[in-house]
């Protein structure tokens, strides 16, 4: 009897990291999707050795014997993440009504799957509910009250899922189409602006801490296209819908992608590694737990709000900075840092 194919479909993006690439592939090799589209961005002209890094990677998921349907994106010239990642997602969102969505570094663990599965079947008709996240970002288990998940307003997407019907409202609101990104001739790509049809921000009651309202307001007016990631505009688009994501009580998406190497995590630090789910899942209401989503803001106003671009402008060497971050992230001192950071 032959195995049985996954069938919620699977976005991978891939790029120029062979490594990261194998590990991904064992884990996809195992769970046997009916459906994976393969997004891949082109190697920058400015890296002369990247060329041959990015054929590889390519030849790597081709050449694994997928037992089900295969589609790729792949780009002549490189986009930069930003416009590889939405038009990527416009591309597979054109494709199939709901996926599950990875990039090369985001290893997961094999729970992760049957987690996304489940909610993206129990949660397809609930338009309040955006996302499915993979990651916890080190918010811990005990705050989850003995439930396999959280809603929050926002969650990771180290490792993440979604409808196909939700990414056309974010980018309805949102539609930036990269036109003429490429990297031409070695210059680096410029990303687009960060533009709306009309203003938004967040909803009264979608965020916990005054700091977080501070910073996703500011996402939300901001033009400049490479002064915050997509992440955060679909984020900000979610909260000022009143919307929730899911977040699971135990990690469930290993990110591998620090580095010097990375287009951003390119701290000095060990991946927060994976772990598994149990199942049946033990389901929360569908309401908002500002437990989870106030300590969700605290860890991303550490490492991504003002106070901690200005560390990074400040201190250099990744070394030194995972030095502070040992510091900061010890349970005495993290109790004086997030009162400072709530603010």
């Known amino acids: 009897m032959a195995e049985s194919l996954f069938e919620t479909p699977i976005v991978l993006f891939v790029f120029n990291r062979p490594e990261v690439t194998r590990r991904n592939i064992e884990v996809l090799r195992a769970l046997r999707p009916a459906r994976l589209l393969i997004v891949a961005d082109g190697p920058r002209a400015s890296r002369p050795a990247e060329a041959a890094l990015c054929e590889e990677v390519r030849a790597m998921v081709l050449a694994e014997q997928w037992p089900g349907e295969v ?110 990104a490429e990297d031409r001739e070695g210059m680096t790509p410029r990303t687009a602006d960060a533009w709306r049809v009309s203003p938004v921000v967040p909803a009264e009651g979608s965020l916990v801490t005054e700091a977080a309202m501070k910073h996703f307001t500011q996402v939300a007016g901001e033009p400049n296209g490479d002064a915050r990631g997509w992440d955060h505009h679909w984020w900000v688009t979610i909260m000022s819908e009143s919307g929730l994501s899911t977040m699971p009580a135990r990690n469930l998406v290993e990110n591998d992608g620090y580095g010097e ?3 951003h995590t390119t701290a000095a630090k060990d991946p927060y590694p994976a772990e598994g789910l149990t199942f049946p899942l033990v389901h929360p209401p569908l309401a908002l737990n500002r437990e989870v989503e106030g300590e969700l803001e ?46």
Not at 107 to 126: G, V
Not at 127 to 149: L, N, R
Not at 317 to 329: E, S
């Open 261 to 263: 190497d990375a287009t």
């Open 71 to 180: 589609a790729t994106k792949f780009a002549e010239r490189n986009l930069g993440l930003e416009a590889n990642i939405e038009l990527g997602l416009d591309w597979a969102f054109s494709q199939v009504g709901r996926a599950i969505v990875l990039e090369d570094d985001c290893i997961p663990h094999p729970s992760f799957f049957r987690y996304c599965a489940e909610l993206l079947e129990r949660y397809r008709d609930e338009q309040q509910v955006w996302q499915i996240g993979g990651d916890t970002k080190g918010v811990p288990e005990a705050m989850f009250g003995g439930t396999s998940y959280a809603f929050s307003t926002w969650s990771s997407v180290w490792g993440w899922a979604t409808w196909a019907d939700r990414w056309h409202r974010h980018r309805a609101s949102f539609p930036r189409d990269h036109a003429g």
């Open 298 to 343: 605290l860890v991303l106003l550490r490492t991504d709000g003002r106070l901690s671009r200005f560390m990074r402008k400040l201190i250099r060497p990744l070394w030194m900075r995972a030095i502070v971050r040992r510091i900061v992230t010890t349970p005495i001192v993290w109790r004086v840092v997030r009162k400072v950071v709530a603010k």
